[in-house]
């Protein structure tokens, strides 16, 4: 089993310009969910999913959106990229909701926005 | 929302027990505890979690003060691999137990 996987894992891109995270699991999970970490810090919930089809805002959803259209995969937009958007994304997936399950995390990827 | 708080980092040595506080004195009654910590360039990795009684696996203990305003994670024997930023994390039902995250402490293990 990969386990969480996370495309791409190195990105720079210039203020305003867009693109797709894309997160992979195999694990048969339910629910899945991205954070964004800044340095020296916790991580902070974006959005997160609890199916196919469904997704719900978390703690910082702004200048994201968020698909589920397959169970193993979630993708994380960006529209219109800013300085402040410059972090680290890890995507995370369990199969119960998070208060009884344990959550599986990505490798990451680090996201620069010049 | 329910939040944690720990030491910015502590020291061991290696081999021996480590005990890493965390203090959630405005935990409701419904709230879990979890532990992750997060390797150097990792995600984070589940350690443990309870919402009461003291629980053990086979990575760590978690120990649970009878009022719940605090818990201990207790790792038996560190290694240099358990070098990383553990988080105390709570998950609370007026926050839909999302898990908050804190900035955790990041333990240094000496050989």
């Known amino acids: 089993n990969a386990g969480v996987t996370q495309t791409p894992k190195f990105r720079v891109l210039k203020t305003g310009q867009s693109m797709t995270l894309l997160c992979a699991q195999d694990m048969n999970h339910e629910y899945m969910y991205w954070y964004r970490q800044d340095p020296g810090m916790g991580l902070r919930l974006i959005h997160y999913s609890v199916g196919e089809g469904t997704t719900a805002k978390g703690e910082v959803p702004d200048g994201y959106n968020v698909s589920r259209l397959k169970k193993q995969n979630f993708l994380l937009g960006l529209e219109s990229a800013a300085p402040s958007q410059t972090s680290v994304y890890f995507c995370?997936?369990?199969?119960?909701?998070?208060?009884?399950?344990?959550?599986?995390f990505g490798p990451g990827t680090r996201l620069t926005v010049l | 929302d329910a939040k944690t708080t720990q030491p910015n980092s502590m020291e061991s040595n290696e081999e021996e027990p480590v005990h890493l506080p965390c203090n959630h004195s405005?935990?409701?009654?419904?709230?879990?505890i979890h532990w992750y910590r997060q390797l150097p360039s990792q995600g984070p990795e589940y350690v443990i979690h309870g919402l009461t009684s003291n629980v053990n696996n086979r990575m760590a203990s978690l120990a649970i003060a009878e009022d719940r305003k605090s818990s201990t994670l207790i790792l038996h024997r560190a290694t240099l691999r358990d070098a990383a930023v553990y988080y105390c994390i709570l998950s609370a039902l007026d926050s839909n137990y999302q898990l908050i995250w804190g900035a955790g402490t990041k333990l240094i293990i000496k050989p």
């Open positions: 405005t935990i409701s009654g419904t709230d879990y």
């Open positions: 995370a997936s369990s199969y119960q909701r998070e208060s009884v399950d344990t959550q599986y």
